[in-house]
């Protein structure tokens, strides 16, 4: 019934800058939390950001003063730039959303995108 589709990842040098969105669509009746994880190969999937629909903010040490993330509510859609890219932040960018999909439902779901591969050479 929901879907996240992101979009925006590439291939970019080290010190570059790319934008990821991710936009929710299908049967929503609000979104609590939307947020970026990552997955390097090897890795485990990690928070990057979270920002929740009042618009606060939550980074991984590692991105903050880099990344920033935002939201527009009325598109239903996340936002994550990210500047000065290192080779670390090289990964795949999944797109989650924790969603209600109905007044009468009461409870959160949790959704995620397909993922977008970042790739950042030095």
């Known amino acids: 019934q929901v879907q996240l589709v992101e979009s925006g990842g590439g291939l970019v040098q080290a010190g570059g800058s790319l934008r990821l969105s991710c936009t929710a669509s299908?049967?929503?009746?609000?979104?609590?939390?939307m947020g970026w994880y990552r997955q390097a190969p090897g890795k485990q999937r990690e928070l990057v950001a979270i920002?929740?629909?009042?618009?606060?903010?939550n980074y991984t040490d590692s991105v903050k003063g880099r990344f920033t993330i935002s939201r527009d509510n009325a598109k239903n859609t996340v936002y994550l730039q990210m500047n000065i890219l290192k080779p670390e932040d090289t990964a795949v960018y999944y797109c989650?959303?924790?969603?209600?999909?109905?007044?009468?439902?009461?409870?959160?779901?949790?959704?995620w995108g397909q993922g977008t591969q970042v790739t950042v050479s030095s």
């Open positions: 920002i929740t629909s009042g618009g606060s903010t």
């Open positions: 299908g049967r929503i009746f609000s979104i609590d939390v």
């Open positions: 989650n959303a924790r969603l209600r999909i109905s007044f009468i439902r009461s409870g959160f779901d949790s959704w």
